[in-house]
Nanobody, 126 residues
Framework: HVQLVESGGGSVPDGGSLRLSCKASAYAYISSLNCMGWFRQGPSRARELVAAVYPGGTSYADSVKWRFTITQDSAEDTVFLQMNSLKREDTAKYYC????????????????????WGQGTQVTVS
């Protein structure tokens, strides 16, 4: 797995916004991968996939649809998660995942098998 570094978390009030960033560590390139996602794990909760991007589309968990947007910037070799209208239940540590998947329709399934987790970035909404 490519080693990934998440950043951009913080503490915001209910209704606030944050933009998370995910970059590969040195000597690796996210742009070489085509199946990327953001997960989160809240207190006493399982890690869940909240957004994924793959060739030809994106996918969102119902709980974040229309509030979160995942984008990939190949020039900056970064994957972003723009989070708007944040709610207290969005409080969690957020992690990114990146893989190569030949079949875009299998991207979500592949991400759910991802095991190369980084340190994550904490998001707290109060």
């Amino acid at each position: 797995h490519v080693q990934l570094v998440e950043s951009g978390g913080g503490s915001v009030p209910d209704g606030g916004s944050l933009r998370l960033s995910c970059k590969a560590s040195a000597y690796a390139y996210i742009s070489s991968l085509n199946c990327m996602g953001w997960f989160r794990q809240g207190p006493s909760r399982a890690r869940e996939l909240v957004a994924a991007v793959y060739p030809g589309g994106t996918s969102y968990a119902d709980s974040v649809k229309w509030r979160f947007t995942i984008t990939q910037d190949s020039a900056e070799d970064t994957v972003f998660l723009q989070m708007n209208s944040l709610k207290r239940e969005d409080t969690a540590k957020y992690y990114c995942a990146a893989e190569y998947e030949r079949m875009p329709q299998l991207c979500v399934a592949r991400l759910n098998r991802f095991a190369g987790w980084g340190q994550g970035t904490q998001v707290t909404v109060s």
